[in-house]
């Protein structure tokens, strides 16, 4: 599987932005993909994790760091091969540069290790 990651950009604080991730391979609806941030001098974090699903969409679980709660919507589209990150109400303390990855199987897995495939990362930006 290979990931694309895109939709990052500068904003002012209280914006929005759509991350896309576009995977190349197949299967990949069955892949559940995460969005990961890392902002400079800091670790990589966890974001978002949408779970994978041959099912329909209400079958899929999500799951997403407090910080992001009620602002930020990972959904999936399987017939564009495409996970989503829309980010909403942003704040300067979003600014990092954003991954997508993927892992066969499982849902709530929240560290990247546990993740086999990234894409190559978009930057965020946000201005106060």
């Known amino acids: 599987v290979q990931l694309q990651a895109s939709g990052g950009g500068l904003v002012q604080a209280g914006g929005s932005l759509r991350l896309s991730c576009v995977a190349s391979?197949?299967?990949?609806?069955?892949?559940?993909t995460a969005w990961f941030r890392q902002a400079p001098g800091k670790e990589r974090e966890f974001v978002a994790v949408?779970?994978?699903?041959?099912?329909?969409?209400?079958?899929?679980?999500?799951y997403y760091v407090d910080s992001v709660k009620g602002r930020f919507t990972i959904s999936r589209d399987n017939a564009k091969n495409t996970v989503y990150l829309q980010m909403n109400s942003l704040k300067p303390e979003d600014t990092a540069v954003y991954y997508c990855?993927?892992?066969?199987?499982?849902?709530?897995?929240?560290?990247?290790?546990?993740?086999?495939?990234w894409g190559q990362g978009t930057q965020v930006t946000v201005s106060s």
């Open positions: 949408v779970s994978g699903s041959d099912l329909s969409v209400s079958d899929l679980s999500t």
């Open positions: 990855a993927a892992r066969d199987g499982g849902v709530y897995y929240t560290y990247p290790h546990h993740y086999s495939y």
């Open positions: 391979g197949r299967a990949f609806s069955r892949y559940t």
